[in-house]
């Protein structure tokens, strides 16, 4: 079945304490991306990639880390967290950057 | 960052209503995207859009790409109670950032049976 997979589905922890969210597709999808959904503010784009070893920052990229190893996972790493992290988090993959984005299931951050 | 405006922000609707509802941006995109969001899961694709004035269907689902490609709206026919959820309108600009997606805030929709 063709999906976007993230884990954890969800996570409390503190300031400070790094944190990895996985992000990985099994449809060979060469563009994926990290959005934050808020009440309010729809999702807004965190950092995007073209292709394996090829990363960019979305909108909101401060307090974030991205890596493109392989071109099936897109790990969203939290070096710092800090409380303003709290959202739900989503990973999604497209076959290029101007194809539409199959999404995963999202990850809900609580950061203390 | 790009604003997409969507509205209205909630619905509240009849059974067997049609549905409206409507994304503008200030700037010129070169794709309209329509997804569909329920709890505890990501947005699904509904429609996608890529030429101005384009008009595309999805069983009940209508939506249309606005001539002056800083618009576009989606129409549901004759609503049911599955139809529940918010509705999100996403784009790419033409120019300056056409590889980053853009969202709108969403449209809440509840159907009274």
């Known amino acids: 079945e063709a999906q976007v997979t993230q884990n954890p589905r969800y996570l409390i922890t503190v300031t400070g304490k790094k944190l990895t969210v996985t992000c990985s597709q099994n449809?060979?999808?060469?563009?994926m991306s990290w959005y934050r959904q808020d009440p309010g503010l729809g999702l807004r784009q965190i950092y995007y990639?073209?292709?394996?070893?090829?990363?960019d920052k979305g909108d909101v990229p401060e307090g974030y880390k991205v890596s493109r190893k392989e071109k099936r996972n897109f790990p969203l790493i939290l070096e710092s967290p800090s409380p303003n992290q709290t959202s739900l988090y989503f990973c999604?993959?497209?076959?290029?950057?101007?194809?539409?984005?199959?999404f995963g299931d999202g990850t809900r951050l609580s950061i203390l | 960052g790009q604003q997409l405006n969507q509205s209205p922000q909630s619905m509240f609707i009849q059974e067997g209503e049609d549905v409206s509802m409507n994304c503008t941006s200030s700037?010129?995109?070169?794709?309209w995207l329509w997804y569909k969001q329920e709890p505890g899961e990501g947005p699904v694709l509904l429609i996608a859009?890529?030429?101005?004035?384009e008009l595309t269907s999805n069983g009940r689902l209508t939506a249309q790409f606005g001539i002056t490609r800083k618009d576009s709206f989606l129409n549901i026919s004759a609503s049911i109670p599955s139809d529940v959820g918010i509705y999100f309108c996403?784009?790419?600009?033409?120019?300056?950032?056409?590889?980053?997606?853009?969202f709108g805030s969403g449209t809440k929709l509840n159907v009274k049976p």
């Open positions: 996403a784009g790419q600009p033409s120019l300056y950032n056409f590889n980053k997606f853009y």
């Open positions: 859009l890529y030429k101005a004035g």
């Open positions: 700037s010129i995109f070169n794709t």
């Open positions: 449809m060979n999808h060469e563009y």
């Open positions: 999604a993959s497209s076959f290029s950057y101007n194809q539409p984005q199959h």
């Open positions: 990639s073209m292709n394996v070893e090829v990363t």
